[in-house]
């Protein structure tokens, strides 16, 4: 029996998801009036949707084992970039994290003075997959996220490929919705 392909679409209901159609929605700072955060996006080279999961819960009643879920866990949510030639981004993730902890004291924050509420550094962020004529398809929607991680940058005279860095983000819970205009 042969499999016909465009058959087989057809009846599953069309166009499959491309993994590199996506784009990265990164979070504003409003001290800073940085060009490139609008255009974040032609400078994503991977990411994934992080994983989540369900812990299992065991119990015993009468010798028969019982199975329920548990609590939810979510991942660790990692995006490879592209150094814009300027530095940007690069900045624009340091200024974040120095948000978080700054290991100079007593100085002022974007030429105001320094006072962040607690926890004043989460940001909301969205992670979008695209269909194949570049509309938004499906939406990752990071609650409370900051960056854990700001990945080395490597340089090289022996190499003319462009400069990445990872960021490493942890979050409070993502929720995975059909976008259909959302973002």
Avoid at 78 to 93: A, I, P
Wanted: overall charge negative; proline content about 4%.
């Amino acid at each position: 029996m042969s499999i016909d392909i465009d058959e087989m679409i057809s009846e599953t209901g069309g166009d499959r998801a491309r993994s590199y159609l996506f784009e990265w929605i990164l979070p504003a700072i409003p001290e800073l009036n940085i060009p490139l955060i609008a255009n974040t996006k032609y400078y994503v080279k991977a990411s994934s949707f992080p994983e989540s999961a369900v812990e299992e819960l065991t119990t015993y009643w009468q010798g028969q084992q019982y199975k329920a879920g548990g609590s939810r866990r979510f991942g660790d949510w990692t995006v490879t970039v592209q150094s814009d030639s300027e530095g940007y981004l690069r900045f624009f993730c340091d200024v974040w994290m120095h948000e978080i902890h700054t290991v100079i004291p007593n100085i002022t924050r974007y030429g105001k003075a320094s006072g962040l509420t607690s926890f004043g550094y989460f940001r909301d962020q969205a992670f979008v997959l695209n269909d194949n004529e570049g509309d938004t398809s499906l939406g990752l929607y990071l609650h409370n996220s900051w960056p854990k991680n700001i990945g080395a940058m490597n340089l090289d005279y022996d190499s003319n490929d462009i400069a990445t860095f990872d960021i490493t983000f942890a979050y409070e819970y993502h929720v995975i919705v059909p976008t259909f205009g959302l973002f």
